[in-house]
């Protein structure tokens, strides 16, 4: 069995013409619907405690999104919109992912959904950016640690925009691997392949930028041949997944052309990875801004986890410049 998370709140962050808007979740829920919420018990999202954001966050970023929110909200950067209803948004967006981290961890479901927004992955310690308030994974992850009774998180995030916010708050930890998928260069400009993390947490980031143009074979690959190995020899506690459905063929603010099926693809894999390492996976959702693409994508993602599929293997050659270099922290791949 999975798990859906739900909030309320997710419609009440009021982003106006903004490409990440209430939408997004309607059209996932309503394709969910028809497909009858296959192998998933709905729960609603708690809110995250200050006690759990302050384990990413400062107090100072907590506060002014609170006040920023309670003003009435706007522009709160170039990119990034909120509302009178976006705290209490983030707040379950953010909970409901370390709640799913702590349900995950402590009982016998498999996977578990988060369908909440806004969207985390470029929140960084004190700053909101793109799109996103608190970094929900970030918080899930130190949950997890923290309290989960386990050691180390992998977070895969497959979102076609590198998540710079995961990557500099789990910089310096070995605790937490953060491997991304990204198109390269995009927003934000992070995620260069040549860093790989600091201090003790030297290799425990493993960036993998691809070019304008990649598409399932690319993507799907790095996931088994790169990602799969490093995991392997990592043996994460939790798999969790930033998922954003904007590297799709038809997603308007990115240039990859990944297929539906190989979502479902790339999440069969990780399942599989996750079962042979008895952890459960944790999904995120980030961006993807097709709506279409999205939740036929997320429905493909939830599909393959709720049957244990099993993926195509993906050619070998597109990861091997990326093998190549992550040999030098992970001579096991
Ligand atoms: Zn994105």
Known sequence: MGLYLAHPSSLEHDTGA???????????????????????????A????????RRVHTDQHIDAIEEFCAKGGGL????????????EAALHAAGGAASAAERLLAGEDGFAFCGLRPPGHHAEAARAMGF???NNVAVAAAHAVAEGGIERVLVVDWDVHHGNGTEAIFAASDRVLYASIH??????GTGSADYCGEGVGEGYTVNLPVSPGAGSDEFLSLVQNVVAPIARAFEPGLVAISA????????????CAVETEAYGEMAATIGGLASELEVPVLICLEGGYSRDALASSVLATIDALARGGDPRSAPIEPAEPHLERQRAHWPQI
């Open 132 to 134: 996103c308030l608190f």
């Open 76 to 87: 709160i950067e170039i990119d990034t919109v909120a509302s009178e209803g976006s705290f």
């Open 18 to 44: 903004h490409p990440e808007n209430a939408a997004r979740l309607r059209a996932i829920e309503s394709t969910l619907d028809d497909a009858g919420w296959p192998g998933l018990e709905r729960l609603e």
């Open 183 to 188: 198109q390269w260069p995009l927003y934000p």
């Open 244 to 255: 954003g459905y904007d590297a799709h063929r038809d997603d308007p603010l990115a240039d």
């Open 46 to 53: 708690p809110a995250a405690t200050r006690e759990q954001l």
